[in-house]
């Protein structure tokens, strides 16, 4: 397959994200005088703005790549659960998974901005595990999307969607019905994600989740610490990304260490999120593990030139990826 016929392929994909689905809220004004209450500056509101976050900003690379993006997720039946529901609706998510518990909020990061100064940020959230019946309700729900479904993302943001219950019935489901799983873990639920196709952490969930240190630069110790991790989680195979020294593939009985390309750095927020994206869909193609580092390499690099949490942008991509082949 040529990289033409990838990135078409990509427009026929069907992608299950599940995991913590979350809304950021960014609210811009000025400030021109302290309050009289507190030694604190006064923020008069100018704009307010609600974008995607957490598994959303995994669904918007998902769709930016033209894949259909589907959230399986449990969120509040609060106002922002309603704001977080709409913004999904209105960028065209498929929302089939998406369940409403009234015992849980919905995560919101506020963002308080005056100028180009972040004042505060406020968090709304919960990182308790869902219920018993709710785990029931997303693992009912995310059965019913799997067989119909390319790959699976586990996108796990610590908030407590995901359980190492469901997560074992999920894989267990998905294996049987030959549905890749590709995770983008955290520390909670690190070591619970066995049997899955693709694991993907960064260099500190790595050296957090096993409770191993090793020098990354030697390659002999960065080989055998993810051989080790493969035998702990028994999974099909790892794509570390290892930021400014590029990514380290050990899948398919192929090896690759990837250098990472030389970028203007505006911003490095997102570029997990792009690259778990790009590396599930090129999982769902069943590429060649080279090709999945260096595609997935490539467009986090790209998205660090951007300032802000930014998807990515297909055209811009494909121009970059037909310069390597």
């Known amino acids: 397959m040529n990289i033409d016929q990838v990135f078409e392929a990509f427009n026929s994909l069907r992608v299950l994200v599940i995991g913590d689905v979350m809304l950021d809220s960014y609210v811009w004004g000025r400030v021109e005088r302290i309050s009289p209450e507190a030694p604190v500056p006064v923020v008069t509101v100018q704009t307010r703005e609600y974008r995607l976050g957490g598994a959303g900003n995994v669904l918007l690379n998902v769709q ?5 993006a ?3 997720s449990v969120i509040g039946t609060d106002n922002p659960g309603d704001l977080l529901e709409n913004s999904l609706k209105e960028k065209g998510m498929n929302c089939e998974g998406l369940i409403r518990s009234e015992n849980r909020v919905t995560t919101i990061k506020e963002r308080i901005i005056a100028g180009s100064q972040q004042v505060v940020r406020i ?22 999307l799997i067989p119909s ?35 983008d873990p955290k520390k909670r639920n690190f070591l619970a994600y066995h049997n899955t196709t693709l694991f993907k952490p960064n260099l500190k ?33 790892a794509l570390i990304t290892l930021s400014e020294r590029g990514v380290f593939i050990d899948f398919e009985n192929e090896i690759h260490q990837l250098p990472a390309h030389i970028r203007q750095i505006a911003d490095v927020s997102g570029a997990g999120d792009t690259v778990i994206s790009i590396a599930a869909c090129c999982v769902a193609l069943r590429l060649p593990p080279r090709t999945i580092a260096a595609v997935s390499n490539l467009g986090g ?11 990515i942008d297909k055209n811009l991509l494909k121009a970059e990826a037909q310069k390597l082949v």
């Not at 790209?302 to 802000?308: F, I, K, S, W």
């Open 64 to 68: 930016s790549l033209g894949a259909e």
């Open 70 to 72: 589907i959230i399986c």
């Open 123 to 144: 968090d709304t959230e919960t990182d308790k595990p869902i219920s018993r019946h709710e785990t029931e309700r997303l693992v009912a729900k995310a059965k019913e």
């Open 149 to 183: 479904c390319n790959v699976i993302i586990f996108e796990d943001y610590d908030k407590g969607v995901l359980t190492a219950e469901s997560i074992a019935e999920i894989t267990a489901f998905a294996n049987l019905h030959d549905v890749p799983t590709v995770v």
């Open 205 to 237: 969930e790595l050296r957090e989740g096993l409770k191993v240190d090793f020098n990354v630069d030697n390659p002999v110790e960065l080989q055998a610490t993810v051989q080790q991790l493969k035998e702990t989680l028994n999974i099909h195979g």
């Open 301 to 311: 690099g790209l998205v660090c030139e951007m300032v802000g949490v930014v998807p």
